[in-house]
């Protein structure tokens, strides 16, 4: 059975630091992973995907994720945090792209001043 | 584009009665649509997948009964909550997907007095 892994519950950062969101995966084949922010009132929103290819994933709001299968794992990682990154964040896996989103628990940013 | 509204965004009713939430695709036909039910501080858990012109599949442990989802048109799911309860008070998330990504509505929060 799959299964997503998140480890933090909650990060606090402050602004203009550099961020790392953890994500452990647990899938039999090869996974496509994604990661979703969530903000207050508003749907979750794609930041990046991996489906094949290149291992390392360039999102939108200058959001990063590596693809390390000898490790299971698909870390988020934003050099420079802004105050309106404050949110929660989702890591995900499926088995056939878009299809059955397996989700981890989310972990909760804070961005100090 | 692809964007995914729901209706409505907030909902309280009284312990017994049935709410429907609407879920559309707005710029987008959308064959499959999903239901997510989010617990406080949790993932988000699929409820059920739904396909256009046909019956919903559920997941596991959902109750089929209590959670009716109707796929009448390319763009509208509907999610009716029967004889709700307090415990079934939650947000409610829905999806629809295009190529190999879902987008997600803003979400329904549901309470059951």
């Known amino acids: 059975a799959q299964s997503v892994t998140q480890p933090d519950i909650h990060i606090t950062v402050s602004e203009g630091a550099s961020l790392e969101l953890r994500c452990n995966y647990s899938?039999?084949?090869?996974?496509?992973l994604f990661w979703y922010v969530q903000s207050p009132g508003q749907g979750l929103q794609l930041l990046l995907k991996y489906f094949s290819g290149d291992t390392l994933v360039q999102g939108i709001k200058g959001f990063e994720a590596e693809f390390k299968r000898s490790q299971s794992s698909f870390n988020l990682r934003k050099p420079s945090v802004h105050w309106s990154d404050a949110a929660e964040y989702f890591c995900?896996?499926?088995?056939?792209?878009?299809?059955?989103?397996?989700f981890g628990t989310g972990t909760r940013l804070t961005v100090i001043p | 584009g692809a964007v995914v509204s729901q209706h409505p965004s907030r909902v309280i009713c009284k312990s017994g009665t049935s709410v429907k939430i609407e879920c559309r695709s707005l710029?987008?036909?959308?064959?499959?649509m999903f239901w997510y039910r989010q617990f406080p501080k949790k993932s988000l858990m699929l409820m059920a997948t739904?396909?256009?012109?046909?019956?919903?599949?559920?997941e596991q442990g959902v109750e089929k009964d209590k959670f009716l989802i109707n796929h009448a048109s390319l763009t509208l799911s509907t999610l009716t909550v029967t004889s709700a309860h307090p415990e079934d008070s939650s947000f409610y998330i829905c999806s629809a997907a295009r190529y190999n990504e879902q987008f997600f509505g803003p979400g329904t929060r549901l309470t059951v007095l």
């Open positions: 995900a896996v499926a088995s056939t792209g878009a299809n059955n989103l397996f």
């Open positions: 739904s396909n256009e012109g046909s019956k919903a599949t559920y």
């Open positions: 899938y039999g084949a090869t996974p496509y």
């Open positions: 710029d987008f036909q959308a064959t499959t």
